[in-house]
């Protein structure tokens, strides 16, 4: 049996102990609040075991809430896994369970736009200061470490620009300087890539994406070592951080396809790229599977797969044009998140806006895209009607 094969069954089968589906297919939807005992050894059993799987109270989560956790800690290769009510609230409440007044927290600077909006907003306000560092910078971040340095976040790739980190040479500046890491791992889902193996402590999912895979759940995941699943664990629980039985039994029943969805996105993707690779006004693709993406090379060595989503920059443009491009598009539809079976399509200009410390070409606009699982021609001819209205206000423009 193969490495993939055995991947493709521990999809299927991971979370589905028999405690938890009492012999059901999937793991039935369990909501709660309070949990009822029949006597105070009982009582006492729960209290003594409520972080070990056994019930004690809703808001620490139910069968449902189990298998889930399980399925996910396993194929990330973690300790345990928190559940949060959508991946913003992963990443808050990993980053507030390990900083407080006085720490220093190093953040790479292509990182999803509300992460930065944490930082600047929020923990800013509880005395954390952030120091934003080059998404390509590799074991040179030992320059920026500081006394206070307490957490380096990684997120690769980035959001948007869709650089890749060299995340096992920062994690072994981390470990010498007994620093925690965390890992924005949506990317890549708990399949592409084996995030503790490089040597990450945290890492975190937006489940509402691939895991789902279908648009209509919001749901996070932060999944910890075994040094630090504990206060993971601990404190987000105390900040009452907690997931809907229903929700989760969604995640949990798209987990399960998740493998085969993935196939298919980066097939779709992959043709898609190499047809826009041909155009001639796209400035370069970024694309991890493409060497004109920063930090291919990581790609190539840490990730096992790819999946939909990925930019390309035009040679040329202004908001109008841009504005022409992903208006009046009939298949790709223009919207926020990814993941989902449908395509999505974004236009950005001016990125220097959401950047501190790296540079970024304002006179090159760059287009977003998700590829969905329609027919690869239809999305190839959306694409080309967007190209013959944005070349129509470009040259308007001459």
Request: net charge negative; charged share 20%.
């Amino acid at each position: 049996m193969s490495k993939h094969d055995k991947l493709a069954t521990q999809i299927v089968s991971t979370g589905r102990d028999k405690k938890y589906t009492q012999g059901i297919i999937n793991p039935p939807v369990y909501r709660a609040s309070t949990v009822v005992f029949d006597s105070m050894d009982d009582m006492r059993h729960a209290i003594k075991h409520k972080t070990n799987g056994e019930l004690f109270y809703g808001r620490r989560g139910t069968h449902t809430h189990f298998a889930f956790q399980q399925a996910i800690a396993e194929l990330e290769g973690g300790c345990g896994t928190a559940l949060y009510p959508s991946g913003a609230a992963a990443i808050s409440g990993a980053l507030l369970s390990f900083l407080g007044q006085g720490d220093h927290l190093l953040m790479v600077d292509n990182v999803y736009e509300p992460t930065r909006d944490l930082c600047d907003k929020l923990l800013a306000g509880y005395g954390v200061e952030t120091t934003y560092y080059d998404p390509l910078i590799g074991a040179d971040i030992k320059e920026l470490i500081r006394p206070n340095t307490k957490v380096i976040f990684l997120e690769s790739p980035g959001s948007i620009t869709m650089e890749i980190q060299d995340v096992p040479g920062i994690c072994e500046v981390a470990k010498a300087h007994n620093i925690i890491t965390m890992l924005d791992n949506t990317w890549a889902s708990p399949i592409n890539c084996r995030p503790f193996e490089m040597g990450i402590d945290i890492s975190i999912q937006a489940a509402t994406k691939y895991i789902v895979g279908h648009s209509d759940v919001m749901i996070g995941t932060a999944t910890a070592n075994e040094e630090h699943w504990p206060r993971l664990r601990e404190h987000s629980y105390l900040m009452g951080l907690t997931t809907s039985p229903d929700d989760v039994y969604l995640a949990n029943r798209g987990l399960r396809t998740l493998g085969v969805r993935l196939k298919q996105h980066e097939q779709n993707a992959l043709k898609v790229a190499n047809w826009l690779a041909a155009r001639e006004e796209v400035d370069h693709l970024r694309h991890p599977a493409f060497d004109t993406c920063p930090g291919h090379e990581f790609f190539k060595r840490d990730f096992c797969g790819g999946n939909g989503l990925f930019s390309f920059v035009l040679k040329q443009g202004n908001l109008k044009a841009v504005t022409a491009f992903v208006e009046n598009m009939q298949h790709f539809k223009m919207g926020f998140s990814w993941g989902g079976y449908e395509s999505l399509i974004l236009g950005y200009f001016g990125l220097d806006k959401i950047r501190t410390v790296t540079n970024w070409d304002t006179s090159k606009p760059l287009i977003r895209l998700h590829i969905g699982l329609e027919d690869v021609d239809d999305l190839i001819a959306d694409l080309d009607a967007a190209f013959e209205r944005y070349n129509l206000v470009v040259n308007s423009c001459k």
